[in-house]
């Protein structure tokens, strides 16, 4: 059964900390991506990665870093944690152009 | 890329078709475009996808335009536990970026 796994269903984090949020999918897809969601401004984009080692920015990018190291792996960095950085973050792949889109459960990050 | 437009929200009776319709009137020949919904506090589930042709699954039945221009949802009987916010989206062409609008919110009444 296809799977993206994220590591974290819940999370609460201090203004300042620096947050790791890891996402992991067993497809072998090439194509990953960093969504936040928030109420009334539906998945904005945040990163995606292409490849391994490869990123591209997406809509919303400032205060966040990402990192994939792996295929399978990608990685999502909050480098000092700000209140507005409080949503739920979801994480998803995909295979080559024309496959399905799959999410992970989503992980909700207050910042206080 | 190829910008979706869906009407914000849409009702329908448990039993009923729930049709929903969705505009993008600016997609290339080889985008694709796929349907989603997310029920609250989850991940989005995939419900199907097309590229020209019509396509049905076991969940719900996806009509796209000749010109490619709209796609309209289906859902041939719909119970209570359809109601979500459902996504049309389709990629850009060139750089694997997917983009989600605000969706409908699809209310299924008793």
């Known amino acids: 059964d296809v799977k993206v796994t994220q590591s974290s269903r819940y999370l609460v984090k201090r203004t300042g900390e620096k947050v790791f949020l890891e996402c992991v999918q067993d497809?072998?897809?090439?194509?990953m991506f960093w969504y936040r969601q928030d109420p009334g401004l539906g998945l904005r984009l945040i990163y995606f990665s292409y490849d391994v080692k490869m990123k591209e920015k997406g809509d919303i990018p400032e205060g966040y870093s990402v990192s994939r190291e792996k295929k399978e792996r990608f990685s999502l960095i909050l480098e000092s944690a700000s209140t507005n950085q409080t949503s739920m973050y979801l994480c998803a792949s995909r295979g080559a152009w024309g496959n399905t889109i799959y999410f992970g459960e989503g992980s909700w990050l207050t910042v206080v | 890329d190829a910008k979706t437009t869906q009407p914000p929200s849409m009702d329908c009776a448990e039993g009923r078709a729930a049709n929903l319709p969705c505009n993008h009137s600016?997609?290339?020949?080889?985008?694709?475009v796929y349907w989603y919904r997310q029920i609250h506090s989850q991940g989005p589930q995939y419900i199907i996808h097309?590229?020209?042709n019509n396509e049905t699954n076991e969940m719900a039945s996806l009509i796209i335009t000749e010109d490619r221009k709209s796609s309209t949802l289906i859902l041939p009987h719909a119970t209570l536990r359809d109601t979500a916010v459902y996504y049309c989206i389709s990629p850009m062409d060139s750089s694997y970026k997917l983009i989600f609008g605000s969706g409908t919110r699809l209310l299924v009444r008793p």
């Open positions: 497809m072998d897809h090439e194509n």
């Open positions: 600016t997609i290339s020949g080889n985008e694709y």
């Open positions: 097309g590229l020209k």
